[in-house]
């Protein structure tokens, strides 16, 4: 692998992937973004793989039931401790979880309506934009 001087080539593009000397340039394989996620194995290819972490998951009902399990991002101390559903706001049980609601059931009139036909519309007009052999 080569790399032009980088008298040649804007900033952004030399700074990352090439180091320069007095004596010569040379260049380095780009390292993934992703290899401090894990423990490293031995090098591949492509560079250091990345070995998946896995997370312990709680199975223990009661707590399920009353703590909020993974709210505690400290290394000591316990999850918060779950209310009565009377303590938390009305509107918390009114949101919706599922997915949007179609087209056909929301009103003309209101701009969530207009910005939904505007992003199908942009949809569409990708996806024929992707269909062109030109």
Not at 29 to 38: E, M, N, R, T, Y
Not at 65 to 75: R, T
């Amino acid at each position: 692998m080569t790399c032009l001087g980088r008298q040649f080539l804007p900033k952004f593009l030399w700074q990352s992937s090439c180091i320069f000397t007095h004596e010569a340039t040379y260049c380095k394989k780009a390292v993934p973004a992703i290899a401090s996620l894990g423990k490293k194995k031995k090098l591949a290819k492509l560079g250091p793989t990345v070995e998946k972490v896995v997370l312990p998951v709680e199975s223990d009902p009661e707590k399920l039931v009353n703590f909020l399990c993974g709210s505690n991002i400290f290394k000591e101390g316990e999850p918060v401790k779950l209310k009565p559903d009377e303590e938390y706001p009305s509107w918390l049980w009114d949101i919706r979880t599922t997915k949007p609601p179609p087209l056909e059931e929301l009103n003309p009139e209101e701009k969530y309506y207009w910005k939904r036909v505007r992003k199908m519309g942009m949809v569409r007009n990708n996806e024929l934009k992707k269909l062109k052999k030109f």
